[in-house]
């Protein structure tokens, strides 16, 4: 009877086709959704772009708002600055002559700016300096001015006066709207000494931080003093001096009212109605962000006003978008739900797969685990054999170094001629050889720690190669190397080249005993995590039947040796955490290849650095 693997049947598919039907009635009702939803997310995202949008003009009202009261702080510091520099001395043409320089100075720092002129009163009213220089103003009195009878009968040290606007009549700035910001000057006992005063052209200086002040194509900025209730930059961008009712009670009522409601200087947000000027006959709505501006004791209002028909227009744009992205996801809904039918009707397929590659995967996994455990049982019978052999080098080598010792002792009592002497020379060289396999017994028992360092085997190898040249010309083999440059391990450099040096020894040894060509191939290259040395000789090859012995201790194919080189060379690569392998068949070539990790198992070093 023959067997067959369990799987998912698709012959009588009533539950697939179930499934199917009620993923498509589930798509239908998520697009019905979708388009019942889209009315609804259209009118609150309206809502939310106007108040992004009026949040972003109250963003930047706040930012010019900064930026004007900066100015007027700079002005405060200069006025400040002047003042302290006659405050204590008489305010007198003859103190003002000695620190025109300084004046000028002051002045100059002001040469961006919107400042006309720097002057110095004396506590009568006169001008004694003026920068620019002008004969004119020098000298003449100013004690009638709003600013002077303020400074002499109200302000004290440290206040700063502003004035309502004026318009210059004479010069080169004539026409232009101008602020007055003067500050008295105290000596010590607060006694009046005169006044330092700045003229700024508030047409200048509305131009740079007011005009230029723009959001989209049609939203600009305006500028009123709440505590004067007159407007300096009004909606249309003109600068002016006229009163909130002559400029907005008529045409801005909205705005009006929120004008006068605007005493507690707290920033918002709001709206309100105008008359285009282009179609007088069409109410527009406009999006307002207004900001405070505190300049001593007077409160300006900053706003940054767009039409509300520009940022229906941004809408509309966004609400294109927003259109295509509902196609968007109508048609994921629908890709998703056809998908989602061919993925049940490929699942048993994929299924049946799936679990043919998880038993390959198994069964990589049991020969991997099955490679190891023969590592670990080779692991093992080595250092069984170590200890069994160290144990047996110590008991064979005392009584030996006897023998010889007496041996030599009658040789030279008795002096044997002839066929004696031959026996004794006999005896002697065979007591040497014994004891260099008692040697070899005790290197192979007793493991040398690990000395670990970054080291670049392919210049071993090229080292080991160059101590055979000789050899190689002597026994006409030809070698061909294929190493990569950068062939880097930690290991420890010594153990590593004596392994690459038996290896190569016996592949000599394999090819002199053979006819034909005589190959010496050596490959190196660095995996995924491990480098791999391919040692390959075009010698006789090994019979299958000795193949799985010739790592065993004592196991030996030659005339003379004593059978550990190949045992103490696994050993060294087992203790390095590598593998050493053979793959020959009888009569071809044979191929070593010795693996050793990138980074050592740090876990076997002991303090010293030493792996033990």
Request: aromatic share 8%; glycine share 6%.
């Amino acid at each position: 009877m023959q067997n067959r693997q369990p799987g998912i049947s698709i012959a009588k598919p009533f539950w697939l086709w179930s499934a199917i039907v009620l993923l498509i009635m589930v798509g239908t009702l998520a697009l019905v959704s979708i388009l019942k939803a889209t009315d609804a997310v259209r009118a609150e995202a309206q809502e939310k772009f106007f108040e992004q949008y009026n949040l972003q003009q109250l963003l930047l009202a706040e930012q010019a708002a900064h930026s004007v009261e900066q100015t007027f702080h700079s002005f405060h510091r200069i006025l400040s600055l002047v003042s302290g520099l006659f405050e204590n001395q008489t305010s007198t043409p003859e103190r003002a002559l000695l620190l025109d320089n300084s004046l000028v100075r002051i002045y100059q720092g002001l040469s961006d700016s919107s400042v006309i002129d720097l002057v110095v009163f004396d506590n009568a009213g006169t001008v004694i300096s003026i920068v620019p220089y002008d004969s004119y103003t020098l000298g003449r009195n100013y004690a009638w001015r709003n600013y002077f009878r303020w400074a002499k009968n109200i302000g004290r040290r440290g206040q700063m006066y502003l004035s309502p606007f004026m318009q210059l009549e004479g010069g080169q700035n004539r026409g232009d709207k101008a602020l007055i910001v003067a500050q008295g000057i105290y000596d010590s006992d607060e006694r009046f000494q005169g006044v330092a005063m700045l003229t700024v052209n508030f047409d200048k200086l509305a131009e740079k931080q007011i005009l230029s002040v723009r959001i989209g194509e049609q939203g600009f900025a305006w500028l009123v003093d709440v505590s004067e209730q007159t407007v300096l930059v009004d909606p249309l961008g003109k600068v002016t001096d006229r009163k909130f009712k002559e400029t907005f009670f008529q045409r801005w009522p909205k705005l009006y009212a929120l004008l006068r409601s605007f005493s507690n200087g707290e920033p918002g947000m709001s709206d309100y109605e105008y008359i285009d000027p282009v179609k007088t006959e069409l109410p527009v709505r406009k999006l307002v962000g207004y900001h405070p501006i505190k300049i001593e004791n007077n409160l300006w209002m900053l706003g940054v006003a767009t039409p509300a028909r520009e940022v229906d227009a941004l809408f509309s744009s966004f609400l294109h978008q927003q259109e295509r992205y509902t196609n968007t996801m109508v048609f994921v809904v629908l890709f998703v739900t056809l998908l989602l039918c061919a993925l049940l009707l490929a699942w048993n397929h994929h299924l049946s797969r799936q679990v043919s590659g998880h038993s390959k995967d198994l069964e990589e996994t049991r020969s991997r685990l099955e490679s190891t455990f023969d590592e670990l049982l080779a692991a093992k019978k080595l250092a069984a054999v170590g200890h069994l052999a160290l144990g047996l080098a110590h008991e064979i080598r005392n009584p030996l170094t006897a023998i010889r010792m007496n041996i030599q002792m009658i040789r030279k009592r008795y002096q044997p001629q002839t066929e004696l002497q031959e026996n004794f020379a006999i005896v002697e060289d065979e007591m040497l050889r014994l004891n260099r396999l008692v040697n070899d017994v005790m290197d192979f028992a007793r493991t040398r720690p690990l000395r670990l360092e970054s080291t670049s085997v392919a210049a071993i190898i090229r080292r080991v190669l160059q101590l055979f040249e000789q050899r190689f010309e002597e026994a006409g083999i030809r070698v061909d190397v294929e190493l990569e440059t950068s062939l880097t391990a930690v290991c420890d450099p010594e153990q590593i080249e004596q392994v690459i040096l038996n290896l190569t020894s016996n592949a000599i040894e394999a090819m002199e005993n053979c006819s034909g060509p005589r190959l010496l191939t050596l490959i190196g290259e660095t995996l995924e995590n491990c480098i791999s040395i391919q040692v390959i000789d075009s010698g006789c090859g090994i019979r299958p039947e000795l193949r799985d012995q010739i790592f065993d201790p004592f196991f030996t194919t030659k005339s003379a040796g004593g059978g550990l080189g190949l045992s103490t060379l696994q050993g060294i690569v087992l203790h390095h955490q590598g593998s050493i392998s053979v793959d020959t068949t009888s009569g071809e070539n044979t191929r070593f290849t010795l693996q050793l990790p990138l980074e050592a198992q740090r876990h076997y070093i002991d303090g010293f650095g030493e792996m033990s």
